[in-house]
């Protein structure tokens, strides 16, 4: 069975964007969902000057802010809902360079987009972005009549629309990040998104990769970890698969208990064992 698919390769937010889209001919709507990705990758960068490094401009120095770009609103407004989703454990604010700063020192308005911090801070939004880009892409897809899409951007984050184009799931199969070959779990992903996020790897030794800090105790996780988190919404999976990694034992078990075919944490000092038992292999 031949099956035809407008593809769109490009490079957003560091890092090779996929969209692949099946179903007719929507080459409208293919770009409409780049050019979504590409203004998130404008709205939250902080590596060239964006709307985010204007609100962080402000935040370091004891200022407060009217925000009026919407991509960085309506993100503000994910961020708040993530925060609590996980217990605090995925914080954008947190960074080594300002003491214990944190997202529970930022007072955010979603109704007036004013912003502002009770000490000095900045706000990072890797480990959400690319996957709420891709949030908002297949928002435009699915608007313009898109049944069935695969999109990704890097190898970390990935979302699809409806079934496969040959009927049922997407499966996947997460591969160990250390070890050729091995994998660590395959799931089957339906109108889905999922999330991985590691400390070992190639692509943790990206020179821009922020640390991974546990908001709890500003503690360095540098354990050998690896966490796959599958959401309706792929800024949640995101957060998520970030807060599974600087998670302690009692917070990870929290999480995956929450969904516990959906959300895993793996020991990779241990051959990729579940940590504390917590990542069930329901799926595998």
């Known amino acids: 069975m031949s099956i035809v698919a407008q593809v769109e390769r490009f490079v957003a937010m560091g890092t090779r964007v996929e969209l692949h889209v099946f179903g007719g001919e929507f080459a409208d709507a293919v770009i409409a969902a780049r050019r979504a990705i590409e203004e998130v990758d404008d709205a939250l960068t902080i590596h060239r000057p ?10 370091l120095a004891g200022r407060g802010v009217a925000i009026d770009d919407p991509v960085l609103i309506e993100a503000l407004i994910a961020i708040q809902d993530v925060h609590a989703l996980t217990d605090g454990l ?3 604010a947190i960074d080594q360079r300002f003491g214990r700063a944190g997202w529970g020192d930022v007072v955010f ?30 928002a435009a897809l699915r608007d313009a009549g898109v049944v069935s899409a695969c999109l990704s951007a890097g190898e970390s984050s990935l979302a699809v629309i409806g079934e496969h184009p040959l009927g049922g799931g997407w499966p996947f199969a997460i591969p160990h990040p250390s ?11 339906i109108d889905e998104a999922l999330s991985i996020s590691t400390t070992v790897g190639a692509g943790t030794h ?20 690896c966490a796959v988190a599958v959401d309706r919404s792929g800024g949640r ?36 064992a579940p940590t504390v038992d917590v ?3 329901h799926a595998a």
Not at 50 to 57: G, I, K
Not at 109 to 136: E, M, S, V, Y
Not at 179 to 189: K, N, Q, R, T
Request: glycine letters at 8%.
């Open 50 to 59: 964006s709307p985010t490094t204007e609100v962080n401009d402000a935040l």
């Open 237 to 272: 999976a995101e957060a998520l698969s970030t807060a599974l990694l600087v998670a302690d034992d009692a917070g990870a078990r929290r999480l995956v208990e929450g969904a516990p075919t959906r959300r895993f944490l793996y020991d990779l000092s241990q051959e990729a």
């Open 279 to 281: 990542a069930r292999m």
């Open 206 to 225: 990206a020179p821009e990769r922020a640390a991974m800090i546990r908001p709890s105790d500003g503690a360095i996780v540098t354990a050998a970890r």
């Open 179 to 189: 070890i050729d070959g091995a994998v660590l779990v395959e799931l089957d992903l």
């Open 90 to 92: 995925f914080d954008p």
């Open 109 to 138: 308005d979603a109704r007036t987009a004013q912003i502002a911090a009770t000490r000095p801070l900045a706000l990072d939004f890797g480990g959400f972005g690319k996957g709420f880009a891709l949030d908002r892409a297949c």
